[in-house]
């Protein structure tokens, strides 16, 4: 009786919260999934349940699975890029014995602003920067087509997208450092290790739990991509750098206007992100474990 | 009557002078006195326009009708104008228009034409007097099956913009057919200008050169073409001639073309940096104020060397129409006269700087829109083809990918003709 009484006051205050996420969150989740059955458009009052029809023809749409591969190709590199960097900024900056303060503010910055400003600023910077230095300056390394050549226009997403998200992990990461217990280190100095086996065998285990969120964050907003991609090239040249988020963006919102259509392939990405993530956390929690 | 006639005429233009230096109209009921002996009819007219940038304007033309009315008709008509903004129009016209409390005229899209015809709510103005002096080729982009449906007033054409200074000093002409855009191309580079400035990074620009090629196609030589793709018994084979000016503008614009935006890529046409620009006059706005000596000129695009193929787009957004179920349906249709009237409707237009569309606008329009005007007065002008928007999406799409060459002109017919089948499910 104590012991429901308990619960009883705990869930009378998570209560609110508990409302707005089930009419703001899961409502439109589990009515998507019905949603996915239908051949709705979004703006008409009548529309036909279809049953699975469109999922069948996900599964044969291969601008789709283009996009889907494309996001695979964004999130690995996106997952080794950011987290490298933002670890090795986290590192330098932790180590730094001044100015600290300052570092951390400027590298946070780009997290301030939407990554649709970010990627409008880097448009710019691309097509009129770059080709003023190639022009002027003799930097013809640049003169590349950054927005044209399906291959540069991924190495600027990924510029983008990384300029914007490292802050945010190397928050995370300096956290962790700093509670790395000043002992353990001591320790291995005095052992002889140097600075290499000191971070690799007794920092880096100490901060596991750090990489598993960032790793979670990275991957889980890599497979939601779509700001960065809209702002700097729009998914083009044509279809050649389109994400599934946008994708289903341009399913919905665009062209015929098929919003049953693209709740199916919404679901069908969630699905994918759902499995994958598991695996990951599994994966990450036994190594965490482990240390 | 003589004398009636005289007076009437002399209260009105006093009137209408009045009105045009935008003092307050005087009290309507004085000039009873003078002009006739019988008290006038009292009526009212419901007026709803998508418009209020051109308020003042209308305001204005209301106050000449009103006083038109009163001299010619002895009528006393009270106009009520309303401007709702522009992004509520649309729910405010529905909303009254469902709940039976019609305004008795109304803008509307001209690509909202069928649907409000279907349900009923226009009046066929075909035998009106202003039926004849709308510019053919206009009066269809408002017309259903020889029916005119609505008075045009914000009408568009467009085709290539070009630079008549460096045409000039290049000593060539605009061209008639794909040889001659050959010709000119050739000469341009000779005299070191690049003919074509491209700003394709944003598809909805390359899309421009499928609108204009594909209008000027299927206007002139296949016209049951659009038909015959919605009932999936067309292809993309039948129009490859599009290529022809596509290819040749690709192969001879401006560098660095998927990183041009079409703002940058106008102010660049302005600066001078190539000759001609495939873009719709809407971008005029941008030219000029880069350069406001720009010497700006529009030419239709040809597509092979039949010159019937060679035409600008033109198209109709904001119509003017009448509810069929207006009260005073005399002066409903009198007021939709008097739009394209023959003293007062040149005034209106050009104050609005709306585009010529009928023989009664004799004003002098900037050079561009007189350029394209030309080529609608001469008949050489197509309606917008209307295609779905995921094929018109996928044309800029494919465009793109033509330019960077990860398609080829086969790859671009087989994919256009499927999204235009899966369009038609």
Redesign the interface.
Known sequence: MKNFKANASLMLFVTPALIVYFIFKLMPAVSGLYYAMTDWNGINKTFVFVGLSNFIEVLKDSYFWDSVLFTFKYVIVMVFVTNVIALLLAVVIENLHRAKGLFRTLFYMPNMISMIIGGYMWMFI??KVM?YLADNWGWTFLDK??????KYAFIAIIVVATWGAVGYLMIIYMAALQGVPAALKEAALLDGANPWQQFWHVIFPMIRHAVTICVFWTLNSGFQVFDVIYSLT?G?????TQSTAMNIF?EAF???VRYGYATAKSTVLFAIVLVITIIQIRAMQKKEQEA | MKKFLVLSLIVCLVLSLVACSNDAVSDPTETTEVGSTESPRVAELNIMMSIPQYMDQWDTYVKQFEAKMLAEENIKVKVNLEMPSSDQYESVLQARLTGGDAPDLYTLHSNNIATYDKAGNLTDLSAEPLADKIYDNVRETVSIEGRLLGVPLESQAWGVLYNKEIFAAAGVEIPKTLDDLKNITEVLKEKGYTPFMLA????WVPQLMTALTLGGKVSGEIPDWVDRMYADNGSYEEVIDIFGPIDLIMANGTD??????SE?GAAEFAMGKAAMFVQGTWASGTIMTTNPDMKLGVFALPVNNNEACTLVNLSTSTTLAVHPDAKEMDLALKFANYVLDDQDSAGLFQACSFNPLATVHNYEPASWVADASAFVAEGKAYKDLVL???VT??QG??L??Y??K??TKEDFVKRMDEVFK??NK
């Open positions: 691309f097509t080709y087509s950054w927005i044209g050549d399906p729009g083009g040249p044509g279809r050649a341009e665009r062209g015929n | 394709y990074q944003e598809q660095r073309a998927m990183e041009m935006g940058s779905p928007s995921a999406d996928e799409k494919l793109q990918e330019y960077v990860t398609i899966s369009s």
